[in-house]
């Protein structure tokens, strides 16, 4: 008799909700992309085994090759953390993880913690930043004392940041929060609907694109890097934080940590050089390539740092 799946064991207990990659508020999700890219994919490649998303973001492009060995990559720790929960090749418990959501949608009241201490009543209410904090302190507490793998982690994590990104009083994103808004949403977590058959050779990395071609090979590696002078790092700061779990210092009025180390070449005058090491150090078959030119849609941050002629150029 086959053993019940988290999908199985989640439609047979009522009052338990559920979330899938997708359901997530990101800039530059290519979600809605995923038709006109497979069907690319399927009219000029032959031969795909293997396929390596090096900017990943949300990870919505590997996950229409799960049927496949996928590669992802990120420069920000809270997106490799949700790809390790959706493509890791670890096996995870189903119970475990819907025991402890369980355990943490039954929290009434939470101690003071990180979160209160420098968030509260900003992105989230108080009550909504103890319990957070809370969370993701136990979540550490279990892993150092290994009753939780690295991938039961990832996705207790990856399930907090949607219930956090669900509720957050912003546009989408975390460069400010919306001001003078009651908080009618409350914090809680679903149970992430994540394969537990993904291929043995899957793996996720959390390094700099253009360092990570040089020591990996796909069939297809697609490249879908920023495109303007917005950084990532600025605008999910405070994901990213939760996800590290290392209670920064934060300043100003939108909390923000020190993200120098988040910095990328994409997002300055250096793109185009950037661009071109990158593509001339890929392994693969096959590239393919996203790239949005907002044009004279927006201001002058909106514009494209590499030009259609330098793209073309450097592609041929």
């Known amino acids: 008799m086959n053993k019940p799946t988290l999908n199985d064991a989640v439609r047979a207990m009522t009052g338990y909700k559920t979330f899938r990659i997708n359901n997530r508020r990101y800039l530059g999700n290519k979600y809605k992309l995923l038709p006109f890219i497979m069907r690319t994919v399927n009219r000029e490649c032959t031969d795909i085994s293997s396929v390596a998303d090096i900017f990943a973001g949300t990870g919505a492009v590997a996950s229409a090759f799960s049927d496949k060995t996928v590669i992802t990559n990120d420069m920000l720790y809270s997106n490799y953390i949700c790809h390790n929960a959706w493509f890791s090749p670890e096996k995870y418990r189903e119970k475990t993880i819907i025991d402890l959501i369980e355990e943490y949608n039954a929290l009434k009241k939470c101690e003071?913690?990180?979160?209160?201490?420098?968030?509260?009543?900003?992105?989230?209410?108080?009550?909504?930043?103890?319990?957070?904090?809370?969370?993701?302190?136990?979540?550490?507490?279990?892993?150092?004392?290994?009753?939780?793998?690295?991938?039961?982690?990832?996705?207790?994590?990856?399930?907090?940041?949607?219930?956090?990104?669900?509720?957050?009083?912003?546009?989408?994103?975390?460069?400010?929060?919306?001001?003078?808004?009651?908080?009618?949403?409350?914090?809680?977590?679903?149970?992430?609907?994540?394969?537990?058959?993904?291929?043995?050779?899957?793996?996720c990395y959390n390094e700099d694109a253009n360092e990570l071609v040089k020591k990996i090979k796909a069939d297809l590696v697609y490249i879908d890097p920023p495109y303007n002078s917005r950084q990532y790092g600025d605008a999910y700061h405070l994901l990213e934080n939760v996800a590290r779990w290392s209670k920064p210092d934060v300043y100003g009025v939108a909390r923000k940590m020190n993200r120098d180390s988040l910095k990328s070449r994409y997002c300055t005058k250096e793109a185009t050089k950037a661009f071109e090491e990158l593509v001339e150090n890929i392994n693969a078959k096959y590239i393919l390539m996203s790239y949005n030119n907002m044009a004279s849609k927006g201001n002058d941050r909106s514009n494209a740092k590499i030009s259609d002629e330098d793209i073309k150029t450097i592609l041929s």
């Open 112 to 203: 003071d913690n990180y979160m209160t201490e420098n968030f509260s009543n900003t992105y989230f209410s108080r009550a909504d930043c103890s319990k957070i904090g809370c969370i993701r302190e136990n979540i550490e507490k279990r892993y150092r004392e290994n009753e939780i793998t690295f991938r039961e982690r990832s996705m207790l994590t990856t399930s907090l940041l949607y219930a956090m990104d669900k509720i957050a009083k912003t546009c989408g994103h975390y460069d400010a929060y919306r001001k003078g808004v009651s908080f009618e949403q409350s914090l809680e977590l679903c149970v992430p609907l994540a394969k537990n058959d993904n291929s043995e050779k899957n793996k």
